[in-house]
């Protein structure tokens, strides 16, 4: 199911790109700083490659199945917190109080959030992130660019990572060093989960790496902004798969053209 998801993110981004190549000048105005960006982009793919992605398939040898599941669901039922939180500043208040029990429901019946028990009784996971907040509130993205490690976002996205910073309890340990290893260790589960699907995107990236990863990011940002209440125009050209990652870190990140609401 997840792989045909990701096929058809790959067409739908492909298509966007082949229109773009005909209709956006160059330089592309939502990224300025392509100069930069891309020299970003190379040092994170380098060190990617020479340290993040070891680690990852060294952590899949070594982690049994069900326990690299369980770590996921930990991370993910942490990550609720800031979901509440932003669906409540987002006026999603429904949504707020079902996100809330999910959390309740998985660190309660779930041991902590080892099991997602929630998903079997129909609370479904949500992506809500500071980021997409300042979108719907009005406040615009900026341009385009790629931060160290962290890659894809934008003015605003570096005001949404701090942001839900804050809304993490891990933050508040107080031992940095336990805090930075507890966050090394969701960064090592998120790019260990993304390996089954990376060969995919990167034979997806025909008509330029560079340009898949901006291209696709931002159509996501904006869909997950506007909740798919797209115009009718765009409404085919942004449906993509919430739950796929651009990078090493992108979950609690944001990108958005300077247009977006």
């Known amino acids: 199911m997840e792989n045909r998801k990701l096929i058809i993110l790959?067409?739908?981004?492909a298509s966007i790109l082949l229109t773009g190549c005909a209709t956006v000048p160059y330089p592309d105005q939502r990224d300025p700083w392509e100069s930069w960006n891309r020299k970003v982009q190379s040092f994170n793919?380098?060190?990617d490659d020479y340290a993040m992605k070891p680690v990852a398939k060294g952590y899949n040898w070594i982690m049994p199945g069900f326990a690299s599941t369980a770590v996921t669901n930990v991370f993910s039922n942490i990550d609720d917190i800031g979901v509440t939180i932003n669906a409540f500043l987002q006026g999603k208040f429904s949504q707020s109080g079902m996100d809330a029990s999910r959390f309740i429901v998985n660190t309660t019946a779930g041991i902590g959030g080892l099991i997602d028990v929630a998903t079997m009784i129909d609370l479904p996971k949500n992506k809500e992130d500071f980021g997409q907040t300042l979108g719907v509130w009005g406040i615009p993205a900026g341009p385009y660019m790629v931060l160290p490690l962290f890659g894809p976002s934008s003015p605003r996205g570096v005001v949404g990572l701090v942001g839900d910073a804050?809304?993490?309890?891990i933050?508040?340990?107080?031992?940095p060093y336990i805090s930075t290893g507890i966050f090394a260790v969701n960064a090592i589960d998120m790019r260990a989960n993304n390996l089954a699907t990376e060969k995919i995107a990167d034979e997806a990236a025909v008509f330029g790496r560079y340009e898949f990863?901006?291209?696709a990011y931002i159509a996501q940002r904006k869909y997950l902004v506007l909740d798919g209440n797209l115009p009718e125009d765009e409404d085919e050209e942004f449906i993509l798969?919430?739950?796929?990652?651009?990078?090493?870190?992108?979950?609690e990140d944001d990108s958005l053209t300077p247009e977006d609401p």
Do not use: H, Q, S
Not at 10 to 13: A, F, L, P
Not at 171 to 175: K, L, R, S
């Open 10 to 13: 790959i067409g739908i981004i």
């Open 45 to 47: 793919d380098t060190v």
């Open 166 to 169: 804050a809304m993490n309890p």
């Open 171 to 175: 933050t508040y340990i107080g031992n």
């Open 213 to 215: 990863f901006r291209d």
């Open 241 to 251: 798969d919430d739950d796929f990652d651009f990078g090493l870190d992108f979950d």
